[in-house]
């Protein structure tokens, strides 16, 4: 069996091309190089797409003994997922650019780079696992055994030929286990600290990002509250995000917080804690995963986004789309573009994106 390994630079994905070759697999090791310093305006130290990350990947090939390979994808990135995620805030929503990564990358590109080298499988440092239910005849993704590190929730979109040709080695390890084989094995990046920000906004400034990936300053409107009136000025709506608080500058007799985004109006709607709680969601863009079809309404457990606590919930199909997730309690700041995801136990049913 044949492997091609995704690999960052990071600790997760050298371990995992390691185990690949204790288990036998002939591996070929690759970095998608996703971007350039002009694409995202800013140094790519820290990134995944830094010169930095690239030599640590080769360095751990070189060490275990595999071949290299780095692959351009920049154009493709641009288009399939920095450009939506644009679009995305500027139609009011939140998207989470990670999920169409994998969907449009990982899983996508890179799956069909797999076959052009004759690989079977593509291997990734995510924490989570992949198992073949015999009886439904369906291949199933299982959260981590290291509940702090699980990654399901953003592999939800993965399909069955996905899962089918798709190893996570990690998904049994805790990441202190994972750190421990790379120091042993002398790696490096042993110690090196894990990605916290999207890689291609690594200061976590968005916004700053977009105007200057648009080459425009997104201009100021009105705060207003649910009956139209005017409470103040915002330094524009692309800034705010459903159920914050901090950084509005209003005055007001109780808290306030995001409660809508209005993009065709210019305007931010501020309400009450209490008015950003609803029982449930529709989602469109759906995958799912242990099942073909939802038949009937489903008991699930949900999660909103991705540090969510998992929610006790109804799922029904309205059509081949479109799911509706009613919750058993009303859920907080429920934000269009968000994924929610739906368990049964420790495996994924499936997902779809917040309208």
Do not use: W
């Not at 009613?326 to 136990?345: E, N, S, W």
Request: hydrophobic residues 35%.
């Amino acid at each position: 069996m044949r492997a091609l390994i995704a690999m960052s630079g990071g600790v997760d994905s050298s371990v995992a091309a390691k185990l690949m070759t204790q288990q036998g697999y002939d591996c070929v090791g690759c970095t998608m190089r996703l971007y350039e310093n002009d694409m995202i305006g800013q140094d790519l130290l820290d990134t995944c797409c830094s010169l930095e990350s690239t030599e640590d990947a080769r360095s751990v090939t070189d060490s275990i003994g595999i071949p290299y390979h780095i692959f351009h994808y920049e154009q493709l990135f641009e288009k399939e997922v920095i450009e939506p995620f644009v679009k995305e805030y500027e139609a009011g929503r939140t998207p989470n650019p990670c999920i169409e990564c994998n969907r449009c990358m990982k899983f996508s590109h890179l799956f069909e780079k797999m076959k052009d080298l004759d690989c079977d499988v593509v291997v990734t440092g995510h924490y989570a696992g992949i198992e073949y239910d015999v009886a439904n005849g369906r291949y199933l993704l299982k959260k981590a055994a290291d509940p702090s590190k699980d990654q399901s929730y953003v592999l939800y979109c993965m399909t069955q030929e996905q899962l089918a040709h798709t190893r996570f080695p990690l998904g049994d390890y805790k990441k202190e286990e994972t750190r421990q084989i790379a120091e042993d094995q002398g790696f490096r990046n042993a110690k090196k600290h894990d990605s916290q920000d999207i890689c291609f906004v690594p200061d976590g400034d968005y916004v700053s990002f977009m105007e200057r990936y648009r080459g425009i300053t997104y201009p100021p409107g009105d705060f207003i509250d649910k009956d139209g009136n005017v409470l103040g000025r915002h330094k524009g709506y692309v800034h705010y995000t459903i159920g914050q608080r901090r950084g509005l500058g209003i005055a007001a007799e109780h808290p306030l917080y995001v409660v809508d985004i209005r993009p065709d109006t210019n305007t931010v709607v501020l309400g009450k804690n209490e008015d950003l709680f609803s029982t449930e969601l529709i989602a469109n863009r759906i995958n799912l995963i242990s099942v073909a079809k939802i038949e009937k309404p489903m008991r699930v457990k949900a999660k909103i986004r991705y540090r969510h606590k998992e929610q006790d919930a109804t799922v029904t199909q309205l059509d081949e789309d479109t799911l509706k997730v009613v919750f058993d309690q009303p859920q907080r700041a429920i934000t269009k573009g968000q994924a929610v995801v739906l368990y049964d136990g420790d495996y994924v049913v499936g997902g779809g994106t917040i309208l």
